[in-house]
């Protein structure tokens, strides 16, 4: 089972659309987690921390159940910038410090 | 303003010609990373620094060094390029080490070409 598994997608969605990514991980013992965004042959850009059950910012909200080991991330009224690929980002502490794992990504494309 | 910059943005090299990629940060973040992201993977830690201790990734082959002279820079080296090594590597920085609180900044990343 890998680390962190995200649907890969894409998800093609109409503007204005909602639309909700799902990302389940292993380690239970993975204390934070974050959603990048990336667009293509672009560097990873945070988009959103998660550091207790949920993050609300203006129509961009994430929730994390520790219990079912999965983070979501739910966009509201998407717009055509929101056209990108949505990484899953774990962050475990070990002995040498944070490692953070990503998951390959969703894709989403958003269509007039 | 930039924050994590990358030099290049795109290099070609041969077949077993060393390269050398070089990242610098003007955020003074304690840990500098460096990824290696193939097309349609995730990003694949290759090693980190926490200030001037170096930490290796288990999996990562023995043709990739780095090293870090002082808070602002570090250099990826990879001694003999193969055709698998195409890809962007990315830099990243955080300001700790050991914390809940954990953000990485990415550079926008050099893209490798072996020919």
């Known amino acids: 089972r890998k680390e962190v598994e995200q649907d890969p997608g894409p998800f093609n969605v109409p503007e204005g659309a909602t639309v909700a990514f799902n990302c389940t991980y292993s380690?239970?013992?993975?204390?934070?987690f974050f959603w990048y965004r990336q667009d293509c042959r672009k560097e990873p850009k945070l988009l959103m921390s998660?550091?207790?059950s949920g993050n609300e910012d203006g129509r961009f909200t994430a929730q994390l159940n520790r219990a079912s080991q999965y983070i979501s991330l739910l966009i509201r009224d998407s717009k055509l910038s929101d056209s990108a690929t949505y990484l899953c980002v774990v962050n475990t502490l070990t002995g040498g410090g944070n490692k953070l794992t990503f998951g390959t990504g969703t894709q989403l494309k958003v269509e007039l | 303003d930039a924050m994590v910059i990358q030099n290049p943005r795109y290099q070609v090299t041969q077949f077993g010609k060393p390269v050398t990629l070089s990242c610098s940060q003007t955020?003074?973040?304690?840990?500098m990373y460096w990824y290696q992201q193939k097309s349609s993977q995730a990003p694949k830690l290759l090693f980190h620094?926490?200030?001037?201790?170096?930490?290796n990734e288990a999996d990562t082959p023995d043709n990739f060094q780095s090293r870090r002279p002082n808070t602002s820079f570090c250099f990826l080296d990879i001694r003999s390029p193969g055709l698998g090594d195409a890809a962007m590597y990315l830099c990243a920085t955080s300001r700790r080490r050991h914390t809940n609180s954990y953000e990485q900044y990415f550079g926008p990343g050099t893209r490798l070409t072996v020919t």
């Open positions: 620094y926490y200030d001037k201790d170096f930490n």
């Open positions: 955020l003074n973040h304690n840990v």
């Open positions: 380690n239970s013992a993975s204390q934070s």
């Open positions: 998660v550091y207790s």
